[in-house]
């Protein structure tokens, strides 16, 4: 079976294209048209174009304390970031830099 591109209308390229151009992240571009991060990343590289970075804002105490105590309760990444609206990466780079370790083995998946 062969797969097949599909192609987005032109009002949804030139939306994405728009962002892009005034300077947008991948993750900023997503939360604006409601697509995954991933489509837009996918999107992005098919076209060839580098990634836009942006300055990233520091955590408050409030998200901070919130993204702990969802990880004290035992949380995966994705259901971390799916409270605290942001990606699974943040939640793992977020993790990584605090020293604490995933609540699930590799493999295992947080439904189980």
Request: hydrophobic residues 30%; positive net charge.
């Amino acid at each position: 079976m062969e797969l097949t591109k599909r192609r987005l209308d032109p009002f949804e390229e030139e939306r994405r294209m728009s962002l892009y151009r005034q300077g947008l992240s991948d993750y900023q571009i997503a939360e604006q048209t409601f697509y995954s991060v991933t489509a837009i990343s996918q999107w992005r590289w098919s076209r060839g174009l580098p990634a836009n970075h942006f300055t990233k804002q520091k955590l408050t105490q409030k998200e901070q304390e919130k993204r702990l105590e969802l990880y004290n309760k035992g949380f995966g990444d994705k259901k971390i970031a799916k409270e605290c609206g942001v990606s699974k990466g943040a939640i793992a780079q977020w993790r990584w830099k605090k020293g604490l370790k995933s609540n699930f083995k590799k493999g295992q998946h947080e439904n189980e």
